[in-house]
């Protein structure tokens, strides 16, 4: 099988429909394709993905966006990672930072070090070898230096941030870089006999469009991949509990540079700080609380005052058994859910379509490139399931029924791996392709009440006092160095 590519058709506009029509409009050559986006003025975009994951990072700089810009055109705080509240134990908490843990020690992670430490009862402060759990923390913020064995040489750091001015931002790169417009409404859309390939759109007006390659931005509709297609889904609702969300912003304009995730009895709840207000969410399973119920535990939490009536959010967490079909890739909502835990929705939007520029540059659709593409998301959603999944499975919560099942269920057994390895020998073992790092892993696990039994041999190569020496110095450079960082205040400030 193979397809000629010169006319590409987005359906949707939103988040996802406008990173995709302004990154593929950015990098494939103007003579070889044509990219248009059909967007719907009847349908609202969900709109309430405001935190991402530092590699948005390398797609704004693929855009030609300054930070600068993109901070003043979002109204975009910093985001040095997540605390969660409750999740382990009630009243417990910890923090899951982004970057690097301690310093670089040689062959043995720093993390061992540590270990040893706390099994000689030691019990020292994972937070405090964290230089972006101690900037969260004192609400400070400097880019990354670059130097060498600089305590900021990898500083981690991702945004909060508007979707919907997002989206406004994008629209515009695209506009500029030559991507079709048309506001329309799809009523129906027509199949080639020959292969089933998608043919054309025809519209609420009796107009058609036809293309050669569709890519479905149509969200939790999935109207090409899923409706037309019929491409199946995998529900992962007995792994994931949640279903439902409620969103509600309020006028607070306190930022800090983190997000917040408080679990109740039934869910979590999120604290997502912008320039302009605070995002609010709570998300839980409809099984174990009403609507009303788990609207009224929100409404009890929230700082500051309601500025919109709350959207309610059904959702089956999952993902299509295939991203790609035939002509058609789904990207965003489209082609799967997986709850907003750790802020990787846009990620996997990003990824989709940074995997399109792989596939398709040289204009042909092909059952290798097909299945090549749907094989790497595949993992990669799987890979991010085994994360969110760790929050609920190793808490040790037994005061509602929600937590009782997340305790006791099954997982994969990939997921199982990595926590008995780590719970028995302190390693982490990790894909290179894979995502989130050591440090993430080291952060959940161990702030959801795993500890080692045992650390890395060659973490004894050193004496106990320098070993005391090592971690005392590595906390004190920390400590210092946030003291000289400019508050994150400032940095707004300097932007607005």
Same mark, same amino acid.
């Given at each position: ?159 909060? /941030? ?305 070993? /005391? ?28």
């Amino acid at each position: 099988m193979s397809n000629p590519i010169r006319k590409i058709i987005i359906v949707g506009g939103g988040s996802a429909g406008w990173m995709t029509a302004a990154y593929l409009s950015r990098f494939l050559p103007k003579e070889s394709f044509s990219i248009t986006l059909i967007e719907s003025t009847s349908i609202e975009t969900i709109g309430v993905g405001e935190a991402t994951i530092p590699p948005i990072h390398s797609f704004n700089a693929a855009l030609g966006i300054d930070e600068a810009t993109f901070l003043k055109e979002t109204n975009a705080t910093i985001k040095l990672g997540i605390e969660f509240t409750h999740w382990s134990q009630i009243n417990s908490q910890y923090f899951h930072p982004f970057g690097t843990l301690g310093r670089a020690t040689g062959k043995v992670p720093f993390h061992h070090y540590w270990i040893r430490s706390l099994i000689n009862h030691n019990n020292t402060n994972l937070a405090q070898y964290s230089i972006e759990t101690v900037a969260a923390y004192n609400h400070r913020f400097q880019h990354p230096s670059g130097q060498a064995n600089s305590p900021l040489e990898n500083f981690g750091y991702a945004y909060h /941030f508007d979707a919907a001015m997002y989206a406004r931002l994008l629209k515009q790169k695209a506009l500029e870089q030559g991507v079709n417009h048309v506001q329309k409404t799809v009523r129906n859309i027509a199949l080639k006999d020959s292969n089933g390939f998608i043919d054309k759109l025809i519209f609420d007006d009796g107009s058609e469009l036809e293309g050669d390659l569709f890519i479905d931005c149509t969200g939790f509709a999935a109207l090409l991949i899923e409706k037309t297609l019929h491409v199946g889904y995998e529900d992962w609702s007995e792994e994931l509990l949640c279903n439902r969300a409620i969103a509600i912003p309020t006028d607070e304009q306190h930022p800090h540079p983190y997000t917040q995730a408080i679990a109740h009895p039934f869910g979590w709840q999120w604290r997502i700080p912008l320039q302009h207000r605070t995002g609010n969410g709570i998300v839980y399973s409809n099984q174990h609380i009403s609507d009303d119920e788990a609207e009224h535990t929100l409404r009890k939490n929230l700082k500051g005052q309601p500025l919109k009536d709350p959207n309610y959010i059904r959702f089956t967490t999952g993902k299509r058994k295939e991203q790609w079909a035939k002509n058609c890739i789904a990207v965003g909502l489209s082609g799967g859910f997986l709850e907003p835990l750790e802020s990787t929705s846009l990620h996997l939007t990003q990824l989709s379509i940074t995997r399109i520029l792989d596939f398709i540059p040289h204009g042909q659709i092909t059952q290798p490139a097909i299945t090549a593409f749907n094989s790497g998301m595949h993992k990669t959603y799987n890979e991010i399931k085994d994360f969110i999944i760790l929050h609920y499975k190793l808490t040790q919560r037994d005061d509602s029924e929600f937590w009782r099942i997340c305790k006791t269920m099954p997982i994969s057994d990939t997921l199982k791996l990595k926590v008995e390895l780590f719970q028995k020998t302190g390693n982490i073992i990790k894909d290179q392709e894979e995502f989130f790092r050591q440090t993430s892993w080291l952060a959940v696990m161990y702030g959801q009440g795993v500890t080692p039994e045992n650390h890395h041999p060659m973490a004894n190569g050193i004496t106990e006092q320098d070993l /005391f020496g090592l971690l005392n110095s590595t906390s004190e450079v920390i400590k210092q160095t946030v003291q000289h960082m400019p508050t994150h205040h400032a940095l707004l400030q300097r932007i607005r």
